[in-house]
């Protein structure tokens, strides 16, 4: 079980780190640097500019950062001097995110997101809408949605150690905690996600999943539905997971669901393996691990899990 315990260590470690961000004057700005033009910036969207075309690092100082940026070009990489004290809270460019991000690339290190909510319930932390981005340490929380991209069939999402709490909406929205679009590939690792409140905690477009070593908590969730969904079919690997389901579903069918909505990629070869699954203290029901829309032949090794789930259905 020592694998577990790992899994939670990203929550706990930014949770602990968020009580600590230091209170700011109303007039005072932290501190935002990139240390590639050795120049300081009032605003995180001077500092992407400033990089332009280039490739450069945008050092936040611990604070609230009541601002938010869209990037066009480049390569920009947004760090914490501090992992989970530099916060993004409440405000959104182009009533989208946070940050905006269609540029060359770019890369999240340490950073808190919370309170993004827009009229058309898509309020995220980050709005991905071209290019590659890798995201590490980050905190993703109280929002419509953590993460939302458009497609880039030529380009990869990869999230490790990170967490995403309260995220989702069951008002007609809908959102998730992530929702990746057509994608080339998405990978997610050594992350935590918990007290969804409406949607999918993982629902991805993209032709290749890799899914290792989290941990999805449902136990306190609200109105949430599935904690996977490859909605148009995906292969690669779900493995090592922990899987806990909530009482309270909008729909509880199922853990993970392979292809409900189009089959517009192979899942023939999905690993689903190594994980362990089970109802939270309490519940008493039956449920899917595993539902089918593909009808390919997957790859369902050794799971261990509770009563009440059934390994695998065909839907």
């Not at 690092?57 to 501090?82: D, K």
């Not at 109280?142 to 458009?150: R, V």
Request: net charge negative; with cysteine; proline share 4%.
């Amino acid at each position: 079980m020592k694998r577990l315990l790992f899994t939670l260590a990203p929550a706990t470690a930014v949770a602990l780190s968020i009580a600590a961000i230091p209170v700011l004057a109303q007039d005072e700005a932290p501190g935002i640097t990139v240390p590639e033009l050795r120049e300081t910036f009032s605003s995180v969207q001077d500092a992407v500019d400033a990089i332009g075309d280039g490739e450069g690092t945008i050092l936040l100082a611990p604070g609230s950062y009541r601002q938010c940026a869209v990037q066009t070009q480049g390569v920009v990489h947004f760090r914490s001097t501090q992992p989970g004290q530099a916060v993004f809270d409440g405000v959104e460019c182009e009533g989208k995110a946070a940050l905006v991000l269609r540029g060359e690339g770019a890369s999240v290190d340490g950073i808190v997101f919370q309170n993004m909510r827009v009229a058309d319930r898509n309020g995220a932390g980050i709005r991905l809408e071209r290019s590659n981005l890798s995201i590490t340490n980050s905190y993703f929380r109280n929002s419509d949605q953590g993460i939302l991209t458009a497609p880039d069939e030529g380009a990869d999402v990869t999230i490790d150690r990170s967490t995403f709490s309260r995220l989702g909406r069951n008002d007609g929205g809908p959102s998730h905690s992530i929702y990746i679009g057509g994608y080339r590939s998405l990978t997610v690792t050594r992350s935590r996600f918990e007290r969804g409140t409406g949607g999918h905690y993982i629902k991805t477009r993209a032709p290749m999943a890799d899914i290792r070593d989290n941990t999805f908590d449902d136990t306190l969730g609200n109105e949430s539905n599935y904690m996977i969904d490859l909605s148009a079919g995906s292969s690669g690997t779900i493995a090592d997971n922990l899987f806990i389901q909530g009482e309270n579903k909008q729909n509880y069918s199922a853990f993970i669901a392979v292809a409900p909505e189009a089959q517009d990629h192979s899942s023939a070869g999905l690993v689903i393996s190594g994980n362990t699954a089970r109802l939270a203290p309490g519940v008493e029901r039956e449920t899917v691990f595993v539902a089918d829309w593909s009808g390919e032949r997957l790859a369902i090794g050794r799971n261990v899990l509770g009563p009440g789930l059934t390994a695998f259905e065909r839907r």
